[in-house]
């Protein structure tokens, strides 16, 4: 089948229309789920998936960092089965391998490497998948704390291994979030995955710090108090909470730490110490919001108000009088 489609804009987004026949052929609708992949060659392929059946994926790996690039992109965008194969197809392999969660790795005698998903991760509740990346950045903190304080060495073998943990669930997060049929849930929970990972990337950031500066006094108190307004954040997600009052003690924690950095005498490592800190609580506050957004929604949702025509399961709330 040979069409040639004009390419429309719908926001900011560029569009075309797939091909009727194509799409009563392999069973997609509104809210199927297809896997899109790019060849070097720059040509793009829609794969319809069906239910039940197993997608594969081929990636040509004779560049690592691209073939790694590829071979994520596939992961997340739901395929069962990715071959790879190229110049550096073991070496691209093997990554994806320690990066990928739940997936396994296959030498074929042709020489191709499979990496083939051993559980199906659509299943599995994206709730505890974030659960989980919470739990590893809270070890990752406790780590670091322990190493600011003096009562541990810093390793920085053990710091990668840690965030590659986080990295690896954040992965699996948004193959669940691309695989879901529900654009609220899915949306919200990619947000929430991401302020989680990025909070650890600071973390990882503060433990190099203490690392190229092992026997300086820092300030224990301000990464304390950084990461309790982030539990805090994270409890409220998790009970489905919320108090106002979070946002006042967040910027007024925010303006203390501001105050520090510029009281710190011209000492950038220790300024960089403690804007790694202030991010933290940042994205204590992005966590916050979506928590409060997701409370909002579920009482429209519980109230039986109408969804928007075409909505699918994405709430807008509805003006109301002051």
Not at 125 to 146: C, D, G, H, K
Not at 245 to 255: H, I, P, V
Request: overall charge neutral.
């Amino acid at each position: 089948m040979k069409e040639l489609k004009k390419v429309q804009q719908m926001g900011n987004a560029l569009t075309i229309y797939l091909p009727r026949k194509w799409t009563e052929a392999n069973g997609v609708d509104k809210g199927s789920t297809v896997f899109v992949t790019e060849s070097t060659d720059g040509a793009l392929s829609i794969l319809a998936k069906r239910s039940g059946e197993k997608t594969t994926a081929n990636v040509q790996a004779d560049n690592a960092a691209e073939g790694l690039h590829h071979v994520t992109s596939s992961y997340v965008c739901g395929a069962d089965e990715i071959v790879v194969r190229g110049k550096r197809a073991f070496e691209v392999a093997n990554s994806a391998r320690n990066k990928l969660a739940a997936i396994e790795l296959l030498n074929e005698p042709d020489g191709r490497f499979v990496l083939r998903m051993v559980a199906e991760t659509s299943n599995l509740p994206q709730e505890e998948t974030i659960l989980r990346m919470f739990n590893s950045s809270r070890a990752l903190y406790e780590y670091v704390l322990s190493v600011i304080e003096g009562k541990a060495e810093v390793s920085l073998e053990e710091l990668e291994t840690r965030d590659d943990t986080v990295d690896r669930r954040h992965l699996l997060l948004l193959r669940q979030a691309y695989q879901s049929r529900n654009a609220f849930e899915a949306v919200s929970n990619t947000r929430i995955a991401l302020a989680i990972e990025r909070v650890c990337d600071h973390l990882v950031d503060i433990g190099q710090y203490a690392s190229s500066n092992r026997g300086t006094k820092h300030d224990v108190d301000a990464l304390k108090d950084a990461f309790a307004t982030f539990e805090r954040a994270f409890r409220y997600y998790a009970k489905s909470e919320f108090d106002f009052s979070f946002f006042e003690q967040a910027d007024s924690l925010t303006a203390k730490l501001r105050k520090q950095v510029a009281s710190s005498n011209g000492n950038s490592e220790h300024s960089n110490y403690l804007r790694h800190c202030i991010r933290i609580v940042e994205y204590s506050t992005d966590l916050c919001e979506i928590a409060c957004n997701r409370i909002r929604c579920s009482r429209i949702a519980a109230s039986n108000a109408p969804l928007p025509k075409g909505s699918s399961g994405v709430w807008k709330p509805t003006k109301q009088k002051a």
